[in-house]
Each structure stands twice: as structure tokens, then as C-alpha cells.
């Protein structure tokens, strides 16, 4: 009698979250915001208590699933009605890097550092921050990139032109602490980084935000204080 109980709540709680995925879900999967992903772990919590609560009802289920529902259909709705409250419910996404320079504010409104800058950078096939016009981390968590003029994708073919060697980046200062291992890895030293850092007028490597060596391109230099970038 339990098990066909237990059966018949989960029969109907399945065909609730379906339709309740077919009415709201794509908007839920598409722009997957913090707000969406509790929303989802409530939901979820909410129908495994009432099923495997023997003194639960199945009324309790409909109930539960179908008010939570239409309060994520409301909140949806009205975000679409009204520009301000979208922005709190949805949020705003943040620009951290403006120009080719980055916004240390604004990043650590985001609560990033310049570690996952990068990987949110590789990811969308962008392996330099050098490359980076513009970039905001949207509300769901993704990047959206906007490239410089020179690094936009073309293809040699357009011009007939044969292939170049490709070379891999190389972060060298992050957050004003340098990264030995990879001094090392492009046989460089310590002594030969600092005479590179006097020539952007810098003194010492705890001045410097980020650091990048391209063997093809030099040095990327973006210091802590608000100063233009400089290419090498």
C-alpha cells in the first residue's frame, strides 16, 4: 500500500514538473541566474519531502509544486512588465574589463579574482586578456566577450595567406605576485622582468595587477593603479 502510494505521488508530481517545465523552463535553462538555481532546489526539496512523507497527501503535492510554480511564473511575468524590477530579480551584468583595461571594482563586485577572469576567458576562446575590448560577467555567471579590432576572428584563407605558429599565453604577475614557474618556463629571469616593468615606468612587481608574456607580442603589462595600458 506505501509503495503504491509512494507511486502515485511520484506519477503525479512527474507530470506537474513537467508541464511546469514546458511553461517556464526554457527561460529557467536559458538564463540560469542564482535565483533560478534556488528556485530549482526548493521546488526539488518541496516534492521529495511530500513524497516520501507518509503522512503527506497527495493533495499536498499539487498544492506545493502548482503555488511554487505560479510564484516563478508571477516573478517571470512582472520582470518582463517592469524594467526595475527585473534588474532585481534578474540582475545587472557587470563590465570588467572597459577598453582593454580592467575593472578591479567591478570584479570584485562579482566576487572574482583574476584567476577565474581567465578561465571564464578561455572558455569562450579568448586566451589573452590583451585580446579583450570589452567583457561582462553576465547575471547567470557566463562571460560575454567583445574583442579588439586586430584580434576579431578572420581566416588566413580570406587572404590567402599560410598558416603562423600559435603560441600560448603566459601570466607571469597576477594581483602583484609573481608566478616563478612560468618566469622559468619562457627562460626568463627575475632581473631581466623587472628591467621589462622600468620600461612601462614601473618599480617594482607588487605595482602590477597582471602580467602576460606572448612569445610573439612581448610583454602585457596592466598595473594596479589607473594608468593606460602599454604594449611591449
Same mark, same amino acid.
Given at each position: *500500500?506505501?509503495?503504491?502510494? *509512494? ?7 512527474f ?10 523552463g ?27 512523507e507518509?503522512?503527506?497527501p ?5 498544492f506545493?509544486?502548482i ?15 517592469s524594467?526595475?524590477?527585473?534588474s ?64 576579431q576572428?578572420?581566416t588566413?584563407?580570406?587572404f590567402d *595567406? ?7 599565453p ?5 594581483d602583484?605576485?609573481l608566478?616563478k614557474?612560468h618566469?622559468?618556463e619562457?627562460?626568463k629571469d ?10 612601462y ?12 608574456w ?10 594596479h ?8
Amino acid at each position: *500500500m506505501e509503495l503504491l502510494q *509512494m507511486s502515485i505521488k511520484l506519477f503525479i508530481g512527474f507530470f506537474i514538473l513537467f508541464i511546469l517545465i514546458r511553461i517556464i523552463g526554457n527561460k529557467i535553462i536559458d538564463q540560469f541566474t542564482p535565483f533560478h538555481f534556488i528556485s530549482a532546489i526548493v521546488l526539488s526539496e518541496l516534492l521529495g519531502n511530500a513524497i516520501y512523507e507518509k503522512s503527506v497527501p497527495i493533495t499536498y503535492i499539487l498544492f506545493t509544486i502548482i503555488i511554487w510554480g505560479c510564484l516563478l511564473f508571477l516573478v517571470e511575468y512582472i520582470a518582463q512588465k517592469s524594467l526595475l524590477l527585473r534588474s532585481m530579480f534578474e540582475g545587472k551584468p557587470s563590465v570588467v574589463i572597459r577598453n582593454g583595461q580592467i575593472d578591479f571594482e567591478q570584479l570584485k563586485k562579482s566576487r572574482m579574482n583574476i584567476n577565474q577572469l581567465q578561465s571564464l576567458l578561455r572558455q569562450s576562446e579568448t586566451f589573452s586578456i590583451r585580446e579583450v575590448a570589452f567583457a561582462l560577467i553576465e547575471p547567470n555567471g557566463s562571460i560575454s566577450v567583445l574583442k579588439k579590432a586586430q584580434y576579431q576572428k578572420t581566416t588566413l584563407q580570406d587572404f590567402d *595567406m599560410p598558416p603562423e605558429p600559435v603560441y600560448l599565453p603566459v601570466a607571469l604577475i597576477r594581483d602583484g605576485v609573481l608566478i616563478k614557474e612560468h618566469l622559468i618556463e619562457i627562460n626568463k629571469d627575475q632581473q631581466w622582468l623587472k628591467n621589462q616593468l622600468l620600461t612601462y615606468s614601473i618599480n617594482k612587481i607588487e605595482d602590477v595587477l597582471f602580467a602576460e608574456w606572448l612569445e610573439d607580442d612581448g610583454l602585457f603589462v596592466i598595473p594596479h593603479k589607473s594608468q593606460s595600458i602599454k604594449y611591449k
